[in-house]
């Protein structure tokens, strides 16, 4: 499944400016560990073991994500997904 995933200018420097990338996954979880298998420096920047950082918002199709959902909302094909992050 090929989910757009858009990062928030603040975390395009860790991206070497890039901000969309082309992820797989079924969850917003899923899409953001495919996130950062291609980018590994954003590993610390966005998640705490395996739960995100307090400080990241995530949006689907500009819908804001409740936190308790930001790592297993559901995605479907053409979906897109915002990650930002708030103090950078």
């Keep these: 499944m090929s989910v757009i995933l858009w990062l928030s200018a603040n975390l395009c420097r860790l991206?070497?400016?890039k901000e969309g990338f082309e992820v797989d996954?079924?969850?917003t979880g899923e899409c953001i560990n495919d996130l950062v298998t291609i980018i590994p420096?954003?590993?610390g920047t966005i998640l705490?073991?395996?739960r995100l950082s307090p400080n990241v918002q995530v949006e689907v199709n500009k819908q804001s994500?409740?936190?308790e959902e930001?790592?297993?909302k559901k995605v479907n094909d053409g979906?897109?997904?915002r990650v930002m992050y708030k103090g950078y």
Excluded: F, H, P, Q
Aim: zero cysteines; hydrophobic letters at 35%.
């Design 15 to 17: 991206a070497k400016g």
């Design 25 to 27: 996954g079924e969850t």
């Design 41 to 43: 420096a954003m590993r």
């Design 48 to 50: 705490l073991g395996s």
């Design 65 to 67: 994500v409740d936190e």
């Design 70 to 72: 930001r790592l297993t």
């Design 79 to 81: 979906d897109e997904i």
